[in-house]
């Protein structure tokens, strides 16, 4: 048998498709990673052995950068945040959820807005405005402003070679819309389906990595509200680029941003040069990660 080197691109009901060398392999897992407590996911990079194309064994998975559990991807280096700017109306709260565990995982984060056309400008956040928060904070904003903007897409199709890209965003917000633009061989099945199903019922669909652009993109949107499981209060700040930055200023090291004094983050927030929005959900967050009972974990 030759031991090979592959990706595991698509995982189904305990096969796992491994691409190596331009080919795809049926494997089955080795016994003993229940054992060890390893659940291979698509994006893993493995070791594998195999005669031919069907039958093959997955015996090593190498050590991932960082993983996902809503759609279930590891090795992910770009999230693409889909957030409607109305029908369902923008949140700074969900953007800066989905951008602070982007940021906990260590993937980089694209802010995609879409349904512009529809503003009438009565709306409480405008694009501008949304545009200037998290650009100064160095995220890209791209800004649809019709269903299928090609501009848009254009721009962020720019971001996908060489990188393993996931989109997740707001619910009703058009990822799945988005992603059958990008590529119109998914035919995902688009929001009214989780509609009539009512909201909790997903259809459990597999994931798959999709060669697209000369990257992957793994064709399932992910998560659609988020709440900090696993994060501890002190990892919180390291979450908010703009406040690592300002940190370095502050009179504690382990500054907190709320009650110390000669805090700098709290300073330019009253100056203006970090937006009152996320240092409000910054604090918010910082509750609700206190607020969380102790998970014990099963011995």
Do not use: W
Request: charged share 25%; proline share 5%.
């Amino acid at each position: 048998m030759a031991f090979l080197k592959g990706q595991i691109r698509k995982a189904i009901s305990g096969f796992y498709y491994i691409y190596a060398d331009g080919a795809t392999f049926q494997t089955r897992a080795r016994g003993n990673f229940r054992n060890r407590k390893i659940t291979p996911l698509v994006g893993d990079e493995v070791m594998f052995e195999s005669d031919n194309p069907t039958d093959g064994y997955l015996l090593e998975v190498f050590p991932r950068h960082n993983e996902l559990v809503r759609p279930p991807v590891a090795n992910v280096d770009i999230g693409v945040i889909v957030m409607s700017m109305v029908e369902p109306n923008f949140s700074y709260n969900l953007l800066d959820r989905f951008l602070v565990t982007l940021e906990d995982k260590g993937i980089a984060p694209i802010i995609y807005l879409t349904k512009i056309d529809l503003l009438n400008g009565t709306e409480s956040v405008g694009v501008t405005e949304v545009k200037k928060v998290y650009e100064e904070i160095g995220y890209p904003v791209i800004a649809a402003t019709k269903a299928n903007d090609e501009a848009a897409i254009h721009k962020l199709e720019q971001y996908f070679p060489e990188r393993l890209t996931v989109f997740m965003g707001q619910s009703g917000a058009g990822k799945s819309t988005l992603l059958n633009k990008i590529s119109p061989d998914l035919q995902l099945a688009t929001n009214e389906i989780s509609e009539s199903l009512g909201r909790g019922k997903h259809t459990t669909r597999h994931v798959e990595l999709l060669p697209l652009y000369d990257g992957l993109v793994a064709d399932t949107p992910g998560f659609s509200s988020i709440d900090f499981l696993e994060m501890e209060t002190t990892e919180l700040p390291k979450q908010f680029p703009e406040f690592v930055e300002a940190s370095s200023s502050c009179k504690f090291r382990e500054c907190m941003h709320r009650k110390e004094p000669a805090c700098e983050v709290k300073k330019r927030v009253e100056a203006g040069t970090i937006a009152q929005t996320r240092y409000d959900n910054y604090l918010q967050f910082l509750l609700e990660i206190e607020d969380r009972r102790p998970v014990y974990k099963k011995k």
